[in-house]
């Protein structure tokens, strides 16, 4: 017992000492200060430190975070740059000293932004708008497209209008999206832009623009991808920033009783250049006992051009690969531990496709997904087998001293395990506090500075906690 304290206080110490260094430490390294302290102290009665322990000085997540990000920086799916993430995260994996690390590829097509200008032309003096294209929005060619607006005031009323309301118009829908403390606004708000453009292409719109999914009042769009089905022609589509969307309205209210239409005009050039290659960099904890199932975490590497992507997702890729360190730190688990950094979940979750493809089959005991910013955990859900009740109080009990409320919904997963968790793959979501998620998600301002350490590192102490147990946890408890 001695002799195992020691060496955990010395990984605790090497931890700190890592952490204030932002070094990664190697088993080598660990193990050589392991050594040195047996040789120099005596024995000590201080119980074992545990990956909560050395979470709660956690330096691992903010490390990752800020050197993704600045090293490589925005990183769109299938690019070049997506390309020099995978290659800088094999090398930091491997640094950290986990096993088994490698890229598995797949194939996409790949779209990329070009120009993207927006003018209220009419019936007012000209004024420039803020406009992002929408993944696999259409180009407008160089020259651009003018046309009347159609307004409505939510998709709904797209869905419900009549062709004749929208042919050759260029489609605005409004409907500003309120934040909400679980981030549960983005299903409501969010079909104006997942499926809005594609409604509006059915019914003949020239182009269509939408005020940002956004909680904010910046002059920042909101991108993201939408989807047109198979058969419908893609149209240019772009989402205007909500001060924008403020402007177009008051002058589209004005233009009403003049009975000149308010006009928009349009640039965006976006291309699609065909398949490319993208792949999911995957890392792992060997656990002590090989023949017990894996249990997976995971984040995407992939990010949209307009910011660093910190808080979607670095800071996911942070906390999920800091709590597997701490749990790895404290002491061999019985379950490896797999960790999956996704490849292009943003534009249509190509990645975590292709892991299903490749694994699906394969038994897991859990998984778990960390998507969504780098603000603090405050619920826990499961989707657990019965099998598993106390190992669900357990996992509730450890997270309560963290602020972390037992919540009453089953757990979902998240995109990139979505195909698990829909296979029977039992699941664990960690919720974070999604209250200003929204004013940052998928805009300019997603950079490393919005990201707060305190409740970065409560995430991991979070993760730690849970993941040390499942990691734990018996062939009776999981399959
Ligand atoms: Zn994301």
Redesign the pocket.
Known sequence: MAIIGAIHACAREAARYESRMKIAPTPARLAGIAALLLATTSASASPPTTAVDLAQNDGVAWSITEDLTTEIGPRMAGTEAEAAARRWAVARLQAMGFANVREEQFDMPVWVRGEEQAWLTSPFLSQKLAIAALGNSASTGAKGIEGDVAYFDSFDALAAAADSQVKGKIVFIDHKMQPTQDGSGYGYYGRGRFTGPNVAAKKGAAAIVIRSIGTDAHRNPHTGVTNFEAGVKPIPAGAISNPDADQLVRQWKRAGPSGEPLRLKLVLTPQNLGTKHSGNVIAEVPGSDPAASPVIVA??LD?WDLGT?AI??AA?CGIITAAAKHVMSAGQPRRTIRILWAGA??VGVFGGKAYFDKHGKEKHAAALES??GADRVWRVDFKLPDSAKTLADRIAAAVMPFGVVRGKQPANGG?DIGALVQAGVPAVDLAQDGTRYFDL?HTPDDTLDKIDPAQLRQNVAVWAATLAILADSSDGELP
Do not use: I, M, Y
Request: net charge negative.
């Open positions: 984040c995407h990010s992507g979607d997702d996911g979940e943003e998507d969504f995109a998600h």
